[in-house]
């Protein structure tokens, strides 16, 4: 049998190249949603800690921030998944959601240090100029801070919206059948342990450069906001 | 002449940990007033100005304005904030704004200036500094003396009852000081309260009317310039002079 013939065998009876394509939508369901989950989870730290760190009042707030960074980075994403599935909501029957919420919230903690390290990037003369035109805090991180922060942010942002595709391949750990898993299943199948693989290795490959290449793109384009 | 008070600084204290860099400042400074802060870097002169509005919390003592003390947890600092425009060495201006936009935005926000008022009084005051024909563009594409005219204007957009400078011209090639001056000389002679952290001697002496020289954190030495400059009477302060003068 030639190697066509076998990957003919592998993907295109009963339409198994469909397990593939099915897999690929709950890998990019997660990510996305989870990419979602980081940013407003990131942002919030990331604000709540510029607010926080020189204000004693807000002292609880700042701690309540840092035991949550230092505990999501502490475990490794499977535990964490596996923590979310099978303790936290042990009750879940949908795999999905669970991993969406549990890659969030990991990424979250990784977010927030980028946002915040934007944040900071941008000249403290800005708040100091906001503040003295009478802006509160708020109003001058809304309108001067986080509008410059961004350009520093979103390239940081795109890295880690990579790193996160990535990671996803262990959601097939909690009865997500992501494009990994939906490759092992092939595998399991069709005792084709070769051709599976390298295919979801090609997938992941693809999806990468692609990012890489739409996010040397927008870089370029906020580089070239930066000169006017 | 109490009513003619615009701020009055008592006993102001500013430590930095250990470091005390403000050992007690009393001072009046009235409507109309122009006055010039001098001393050697590190006498304390800018953080007594940014204590001024509260971008230095002071360690202690009170400021008083529109009768308020600045120094206590309860007052509104934003709102007070309004009414004391202040210019920074390093202009501030918001980089990813037009010069319209950096000009309107805290009147529109802050005061609820209808966008077309607020446009038509920029570029009003924007006429004034020679530069209506930059609104549109960028604070990145002007030079210093440019930007620091903006900046002037920007803080005058929120018609404040003083305005503030950090030593203005200090970050400017030397060509440009002079046109920044020149917009702060109009502004002394229209009657605004000014209080000015300078370097700029010359200035000093022709608009303000009175010079404070700060040293090692206390008022070493006040007067009307003339005083100051021709008969200086401490010490400190006549080798300060001798060194920039």
Known sequence: ??????????????????????????????????????????????????FSEDNKKLRLLNWVCDVYTTVIRGIPMTVLLLLFFFVIFASARDGIPVAIAAFGINSGAYMAELIRSGINAVDKGQM?????????????????????AVKYILPAIGNELIALLKET??????????????????????????????????????????????????ERRLRKSDGK | ??????????????????????????????????VCVIGASGSGKSTFLRCLNMLEVPTGGDILFEDANLTSDKVDLNRHRQ?????????????????????????MMLKKLPKAEAEEKALAL??????????????????????????IVRALCMEPEVMLFDEPTSALDPEMVGEV?????????????????????????EVSNRVVFLDDGVVAEEGAPVEIFDNPQCERLQSFLSKVL
């Open chain 1, 1 to 50: 049998m030639s190697w066509f013939d076998k990957l003919a065998e592998t993907f295109l009876e009963d339409n198994r190249y469909m397990w593939m394509v099915e897999g690929l939508g709950n890998t990019l369901l997660i990510t996305i949603g989870a990419l979602a989950i980081g940013v407003v989870i990131g942002t919030l730290i990331a604000v709540a800690k510029y």
């Open chain 1, 128 to 148: 100091e100029a906001a503040r003295s035109l009478g802006l509160s805090r708020g109003q001058a991180m809304v309108k001067i801070i986080m509008p410059q």
């Open chain 1, 169 to 218: 391949s262990v959601a097939g750990y909690v009865a997500v059948v992501d494009i990994t898993k939906a490759a092992t299943n092939i595998r399991n199948k069709t005792y084709d342990a070769v051709n599976p693989i390298i295919l979801l290795a090609l997938v992941y490959l693809v999806m990468v450069v692609a990012l890489t290449r739409l996010l040397a793109i927008l």
């Open chain 2, 1 to 34: 002449m109490e009513n003619n008070v615009v701020i009055q600084v008592r006993n102001l204290k500013k430590n930095f940990g250990q470091n005390e860099v403000l050992k007690g400042i009393d001072m009046d400074i009235n409507k109309g007033d122009v």
């Open chain 2, 83 to 107: 009414k004391m425009g202040m210019v920074f060495q390093q202009f501030n201006l918001f980089p990813h704004l037009t010069i319209l936009d950096n000009l309107t935005l805290a009147p």
């Open chain 2, 126 to 151: 924007l006429e004034r500094v020679g530069l209506a024909d930059r609104a549109k563009d960028y604070p990145g594409q002007l030079s210093g003396g440019q930007k620091q005219r903006v900046a």
């Open chain 2, 181 to 205: 001056l020149e917009v702060m000389k109009d502004l002394a002679k229209a009657g605004m309260t000014m209080v000015v952290v300078t370097h700029e001697m010359g200035f000093a002496r």
